[in-house]
């Protein structure tokens, strides 16, 4: 029988990791909050409820399911997310983008942060590099799952057409995509920048298993990864397009792109940080 | 000549018996191929391994992300496609997705420079090296016959690391040992001599080998070393064979920026200030033509090599 899935623990955790987002952009006054605020849930929900990994990190991956981030701007959310699954002290987040830091403005292997298995903030290349992995894994016979996340925006990049065309052309059925489609970019909404148009008919039509979901709400997206997890090994690889707001849940932060890569000032801080409860302590 | 050879093959033919080999040798290893399997000599590997063989399309940012990706379940992957299209192309997914991540990926390229001839400029890269050796954690090699580059695909294997391989198209004199061994990073002195050291490296070791017999006769004594591993560049053997010669030359399919000739400049400017003379192509593309008319045109030559060497001494 299926264990009862705590919505409101990890409702709890998000609201901490939406926290150490907010406070490590302030610190340096440089990062990406928006994003990072938008797919919280998504994260919290893959680290708590959905993988099956590992700690601590073991690089080559092997017996467990992996996770790769190609718009790797989004970086606070998952150092932080990570930091709270047991891979690297909490305290570490303080030194987010600070000189000798291993938590890079953008994730990056050299320095070895565990975790991250491939460096990325130029866009378009994860879904090339977990197709691979989900490959290897094939060879290994490694029954776990590669699990990826992309930027909308990014998809505007050619090279995710040409993973998307291989991995269905190969039968790569044991990865599974998520677009978090929150219709925004840097210059402003998607659709004014360079429309995506119809998304699923896109991905369908290179032969993925499209499935949909609110990456805002913790049921609806810990539900959604369990469909698509159901999805895979059946000849096809799968994508979710989760429905997100840039900068969730804070009042003045949703639904623009205004925040996607700006820091909040003292008071926005304070601001935004009296709409999080805090409840694990902060960093 | 100090050095003869009975046959003629192509140096891409060396990276495909090559990778078959070390394919056998080791079922780690994986070769992805941007659809060039003919052209990069890759068909034999494909039938032997069909399951570790991927086939990616005309598609290279792709395949340099998935070879990455590889590696993380403990692959070796083999990139293979134009030299063209294994550097310039596909940049900045080898800068972020393989360098940076420090990713055991071989990219392997064929086609590379004048020789590839009739095609022309297009495909013609000449700035390969400059592009690949910049790139920090990048091993940078260019074989010089069939046996060498065969010789180094099996060594690339057991490297751990990013290399990129790089090879040509025509059929080639084929003048160094079957059984030779191929260290990475370790120059080959091929002719001993006192006058006058010429590096060279791809298919110009053969032209410093015509060079050096030229030289001989007019009574020039130059010592010929194949810099097979253009990064990390021997300083070794560069030094020695400097501090005894006094003036070197260097001969590479290359444009001169960038190239390997600005390898040895650098080395001998910081640790043995010497006179030198650059052999490569000189800030130009190419155009189409039979490989030797090209290189010939381009001042790629064993007469373009004696000339230098005869400058370069005068300025001891």
Known sequence: MEQQVDIEKLQNLASQVRRDVLRMVHAVQSGHPGGSLGCTDYFVAMYNEIMDYKVPFNPDGIGEDLFFLSNGHISPVWYSTLAHAGFFDVSELATFRKIDSRLQGHPATEEGLPGIRVASGSLGQGLSVAAGAAQAKKLNDDNHTVYVLMGDGELQEGQVWEAAMYASHHRIDNLVATVDYNGQQIDGPTKDVMDLADLKSKWESFGWSVVESNGNDMDSIVKAMKHAHSLTRKGRPVVNLMSTEMGFPIDFMVGTHKWHGVAPNDEQLEQALGQLEETLGDY | ?316
Request: glycine content about 10%; charged content about 25%.
């Open chain 2, 1 to 316: 000549m100090k050095f003869s050879f009975t046959e003629k093959k192509d140096t891409r033919s060396g990276f495909g018996d090559g990778l078959l080999e070390a394919g056998k040798q080791d079922e780690r290893i994986v070769a992805l191929c941007a659809d060039l399997t003919g052209s990069l000599k890759m068909g034999a590997f494909q039938n032997e391994f069909p399951e570790r063989f991927y086939q990616t399309g005309i598609a290279e940012a792709n395949m340099m992300g998935l070879a990455a990706g590889m590696t993380i379940g403990g692959k070796i992957p083999f990139t293979g496609t134009f030299a063209n299209f294994s550097t310039g192309r596909v940049y900045d997914q080898i800068r972020q997705s393989i360098a940076y991540s420090g990713k055991n990926v071989k990219i392997c390229a064929s086609h590379a420079g004048l020789t590839l001839g009739e095609d022309g400029a297009t495909h013609q890269i000449l700035e390969d090296v400059g592009m690949m050796k910049m790139l920090p954690h990048m091993t940078v090699i260019n074989p010089c016959d069939y046996n060498q580059t065969k010789a180094a695909t099996l060594a690339v294997a057991k490297h751990e690391g990013p290399v990129y391989l790089r090879f040509g198209r025509p059929k080639w004199p084929v003048f160094t040992p079957e059984d030779q061994t191929f260290e990475i990073g370790k120059a080959i002195k091929m002719i001993e001599g006192s006058d006058v050291t010429i590096f060279a490296t791809g298919h110009m070791v053969w032209y410093a080998i015509e060079a050096e017999a030229k030289l001989e006769e007019m009574g020039i004594n130059a010592e010929v070393i194949n810099i097979h591993t253009i990064k990390p560049i021997d300083r070794e053997a560069i030094i020695e064979s400097v501090k005894k010669t006094g003036c070197a030359v260097t001969a590479e399919e290359h444009q001169i920026n960038g190239g390997l000739g600005e390898s040895v400049a650098s080395v001998l400017s910081r640790e043995l200030p010497a006179p030198l003379e650059i052999i490569g192509v000189n800030d130009s593309f190419g155009e189409s033509g039979k490989p030797e008319e090209l290189l010939a045109k381009y001042g790629l030559s064993p007469e373009a090599i004696v000339e230098a060497a005869q400058k370069v001494i005068k300025r001891k």
